[in-house]
């Protein structure tokens, strides 16, 4: 997600801010939230978003707090979910639950944030050059920001549902959380989930089992960086391509035996061209010819 939030100093005098797992949560809500009214697809209901507000649930909730992270810090979806009804309680933000989802609405998303509706001129002109390159206006400008990543020295990693999502297909909640399990598997790195996904996208192989193969074998030939897992490929790939071309036989041709072409040489010498050969000289040269195939059989 692009853009950015404004947060008030005042925040340091808030019991939250002496919780930093919490104080983390608040920091996500406020990053989750939309920045203009748009329209959201969840499941075949189309949802309207106004500025403040996200759509989240338990599972996503989690998996969104917890990326990138390691197990012994992970927190449960049920804490989280306890948490986040405890920022409600404290006047930070309302929740309004349905049967699949549910919206959370900042509160006071207005008075704390308008200072975000800059306009990327505004914005670049008070920042030095390499910075303007990379400036955004919010989460909606997107597009701007994927013209700039080649001037930029580094690069944002994406994460791995969202990757999955959008180049293969949409993942479960199920297949999200083993998903994200494998970065904690790989020690946080991402890249090599990555990879996985990648290489389902090349191969036309556009479902979970397969990627979810791919980091088993990884695993259990304890490759842990990219650079090893690629080259660990490239040398399937070239002893597969070895073995296809090892298994190729020429193809073999039947070779005459002398005696036919023999016989076949009697026939063109005892017929002028033209005559007609009878059925009963045919049958004849035909019984001479089995026989001899018997002879040289035995």
């Given at each position: 997600m692009q853009g950015w939030v404004s947060i008030h100093r005042k925040i340091m005098n808030n019991p939250v801010w002496q919780d930093?797992?919490?104080?983390?949560?608040?920091?996500?809500?406020?990053?989750?939230?939309?920045?203009?009214?748009?329209?959201?697809?969840?499941?075949?209901?189309?949802?309207?978003?106004?500025?403040?507000?996200?759509?989240?649930?338990?599972?996503?909730?989690?998996?969104?707090?917890?990326?990138?992270?390691?197990?012994?810090?992970k927190v449960n979806e049920r804490t989280l979910w306890r948490w986040l009804k405890g920022l409600e309680n404290d006047d930070f933000l309302t929740i309004k639950s349905e049967t699949k989802y549910s919206v959370v609405t900042i509160n006071n998303w207005n008075?704390?944030?308008?200072?975000?509706?800059?306009?990327?001129?505004?914005?670049?002109?008070?920042?030095?050059?390499?910075?303007?390159?990379?400036?955004?206006?919010?989460?909606?400008?997107?597009?701007?920001?994927?013209?700039?990543?080649?001037?930029?020295?580094?690069?944002?990693?994406?994460?791995?549902?969202?990757?999955?999502?959008?180049?293969?297909c949409r993942l479960s909640p199920i297949q999200s959380h083993s998903l994200m399990k494998w970065v904690d598997?790989?020690?946080?790195?991402?890249?090599?989930?990555n990879e996985a996904i990648t290489i389902a996208d090349n191969k036309n192989k556009r479902y979970f089992?397969?990627?979810?193969?791919?980091?088993?074998?990884?695993a259990n030939n304890n490759l842990g960086s990219l650079d090893r897992i690629r080259a660990y490929e490239q040398e399937k790939f070239n002893k597969t391509k070895s073995n296809t071309n090892f298994n190729r036989k020429p193809i073999r041709k039947e070779k005459t035996p002398s005696w036919f072409e023999e016989e076949q040489q009697k026939v063109s010498k005892i017929k002028p061209v033209g005559d007609v050969e009878s059925p009963e000289e045919k049958r004849a040269r035909l019984e001479r010819i089995q026989q001899k195939y018997q002879k040289s059989g035995s």
């Amino acid at each position: 997600m692009q853009g950015w939030v404004s947060i008030h100093r005042k925040i340091m005098n808030n019991p939250v801010w002496q919780d930093p797992k919490l104080l983390k949560l608040w920091m996500l809500c406020l990053l989750e939230a939309s920045h203009k009214e748009h329209e959201q697809l969840v499941g075949k209901q189309i949802i309207k978003l106004e500025p403040g507000q996200f759509i989240t649930g338990r599972f996503s909730l989690a998996e969104s707090y917890n990326y990138g992270m390691k197990k012994n810090e992970k927190v449960n979806e049920r804490t989280l979910w306890r948490w986040l009804k405890g920022l409600e309680n404290d006047d930070f933000l309302t929740i309004k639950s349905e049967t699949k989802y549910s919206v959370v609405t900042i509160n006071n998303w207005n008075l704390y944030q308008h200072d975000v509706q800059l306009n990327d001129q505004q914005v670049s002109n008070k920042c030095p050059a390499n910075v303007q390159q990379v400036s955004t206006n919010n989460n909606g400008n997107k597009g701007n920001n994927d013209n700039n990543l080649n001037t930029t020295t580094t690069t944002e990693l994406e994460n791995p549902i969202a990757l999955f999502e959008k180049i293969l297909c949409r993942l479960s909640p199920i297949q999200s959380h083993s998903l994200m399990k494998w970065v904690d598997e790989f020690e946080g790195k991402s890249e090599i989930v990555n990879e996985a996904i990648t290489i389902a996208d090349n191969k036309n192989k556009r479902y979970f089992g397969f990627v979810e193969f791919l980091l088993k074998e990884w695993a259990n030939n304890n490759l842990g960086s990219l650079d090893r897992i690629r080259a660990y490929e490239q040398e399937k790939f070239n002893k597969t391509k070895s073995n296809t071309n090892f298994n190729r036989k020429p193809i073999r041709k039947e070779k005459t035996p002398s005696w036919f072409e023999e016989e076949q040489q009697k026939v063109s010498k005892i017929k002028p061209v033209g005559d007609v050969e009878s059925p009963e000289e045919k049958r004849a040269r035909l019984e001479r010819i089995q026989q001899k195939y018997q002879k040289s059989g035995s």
